[in-house]
């Protein structure tokens, strides 16, 4: 699984409208959440540094969850942009999830478990085992 890295409000037009899931490096303004969404209709997932997780205004949370967008408080360990535009969470991941499924382990636990250990905020987990991990 890929995550897009935004580092600035002028990289949100050059997006590709497929883009599903997109990291916002900058603490963005309303106006920039309706222009990634009008400029990637099929996303699914915005994820913001834990300090602007806050800045966003309650307005643009309710228009999120509106257009089925889930906002999630996450980061980009170690990820250096310059090198490339996406981070991608290692597969060993997605077979630590499906192990621990056919462990017959709870939602929860995996969550927290692998969030710890691969330093993913439990709703990215929680995104990676609905979306990639059969169940």
Same mark, same amino acid.
């Given at each position: 699984m890929r995550i897009r890295v935004v580092s600035s409000r002028e990289e949100i037009f050059n997006l590709n409208p497929n883009e599903r899931i997109v990291h916002l490096a900058f603490r963005p303004s309303n106006k920039d959440i309706f222009e990634l969404v009008e400029t990637c209709p099929k996303i699914e997932v915005i994820q913001l540094p834990k300090s602007y #997780?806050?800045?966003? &205004?309650? &307005? #643009? =949370? +309710?228009? !999120?969850? #509106?257009? $089925?967008?889930? !906002? +999630? =408080? /996450?980061?980009?360990? /170690?990820? $250096?942009k310059d090198i490339n535009e996406y981070y991608t969470i290692p597969s060993s991941v997605t077979e630590k999830i499906k192990e621990m499924k056919s462990e017959g382990r709870s939602a929860e636990d995996i969550e927290a478990r692998v969030s710890r250990e691969n330093r993913l905020n439990p709703k990215t987990v929680a995104y990676i085992m609905s979306k990639e991990v059969p169940a």
């Open positions: #997780m806050a800045t966003v &205004s309650k &307005s #643009m =949370e +309710i228009f !999120l969850e #509106m257009q $089925r967008i889930q !906002l +999630i =408080e /996450g980061d980009v360990w /170690g990820h $250096r």
